[in-house]
């Protein structure tokens, strides 16, 4: 159990939740990338919203400003957060200025509305930023099944499950207590529908 909550803690680590959003839209909606190089497409992404935060908390780390990656202390997520929101912004920036489809700027939109709200609550409180990831991506999808042309119901419910393991492996790790992934889970949700407001 300990292994499988471990391996689901680094498959759907915070900073990799963008990557599989945008990888789950070009396999249920790849028509929406209409002209663009896929590649591009998932490196854009990719760079700016987990090579670099990961190399900024590395280098966090080798300085002594994090005595851990994975972060446990909330006051030592304040660095760490600031950065990652800046490489947010300009993954934000760069998918406006590109051809993707509407559901990935609101999802980023909602991302960094997400982030902000942690960053604020994350001073005065530790939250669970796997489940801020998870649940925005859950909504996001959620979004779609409102839009696309294509049956997402099934991958909606199997988000839904993937959620509620990632919550599941978070507690059982001792990483986070029941309220801290509720409150994550709550700012998630919270970020994309306002997300989705401010991008329309």
Do not use: C
């Amino acid at each position: 159990m300990k292994i499988i909550s471990t391996i689901l803690s680094y498959i759907f680590h915070p900073l990799l939740i963008a990557t599989w959003m945008v990888l789950f839209l070009l396999y249920t909606n790849p028509y929406s990338f209409a002209g663009m190089s896929h590649p591009v497409v998932i490196a854009i992404v990719w760079v700016n919203t987990f090579m670099f935060p990961a190399i900024a908390i590395l280098l966090m780390r080798k300085l002594g400003l994090v005595s851990d990656i994975e972060i446990p202390d909330n006051k030592q997520r304040i660095i760490p957060l600031v950065a990652s929101i800046i490489f947010y912004v300009w993954a934000y920036l760069a998918i406006r200025k590109t051809n993707y489809p509407y559901i990935m700027g609101v999802f980023m939109m909602g991302t960094l509305v997400s982030l902000f709200l942690s960053f604020v609550i994350n001073v005065f409180y530790k939250l669970s930023l796997h489940m801020v990831g998870m649940s925005g991506a859950l909504i996001a999808i959620m979004f779609l099944l409102l839009f696309s042309q294509t049956d997402l119901s099934y991958f909606f419910l199997a988000m839904l499950v993937l959620t509620g393991a990632v919550a599941t492996a978070r507690i059982y790790l001792n990483a986070h207590t029941l309220q801290e992934v509720y409150t994550g889970f709550l700012v998630g949700m919270f970020g994309q529908v306002i997300g989705l407001l401010l991008y329309h």
